[in-house]
């Protein structure tokens, strides 16, 4: 049992908070006054188009993966069925790794500093849901724990 509380049956106010930090990158990005130049901008807006494209890639596919199991909540829909095939071998929770990606990708290309440290705070948010969300799967699917022990949590081939 997870000791990260439920906020709501189905984990209504993790939805909430992320509604909230998602606006809070963009934002800050759109805010964003001061504009990087010389490497830093070359940089910025290579590797920000990457991580942009890459989270966009990574959420798609974990969205088409999910089909009629997808619910913005973490407690699992009741019949919905455990996803290990598509984006989900390679990573548990590719749409919290891809608004992640997005997000620090988003921060580059804006040149916020203060995105960037909201794209953090929304990947160590996504941590947290996250671990919450399994042990709810953990209870609805028997072979969660193996699953969990041969994939990633959010980011393929890194975390």
Known sequence: MSRLPSLGPRGEGW?????????????????????????????????????????????????????????PMPRPLDGASLVESGAYALV???LYGGLSLG????????????A???????????????????AWLVIQYAGYADYSGRTERLIPWIY
């Open 15 to 71: 939805v909430a908070i992320q509604v909230l930090l998602l606006l809070a990158v963009a934002t800050a990005g759109f805010a964003a006054g001061e504009t990087w130049t010389g490497w830093a901008a070359m940089i910025g807006t290579v590797l920000g188009t990457l991580l942009l494209g890459a989270g966009g890639v990574l959420f798609t596919w974990g969205v088409l993966g999910l089909g009629r199991n997808l619910t």
């Open 92 to 94: 548990r929770h590719p």
């Open 103 to 114: 997000a620090f990708g988003w921060a580059l290309l804006s040149a916020s500093p203060a």
């Open 116 to 134: 960037l440290l909201l794209a953090g705070v929304l990947m160590a948010f996504f941590d947290l849901k996250s671990r919450r969300e399994e």
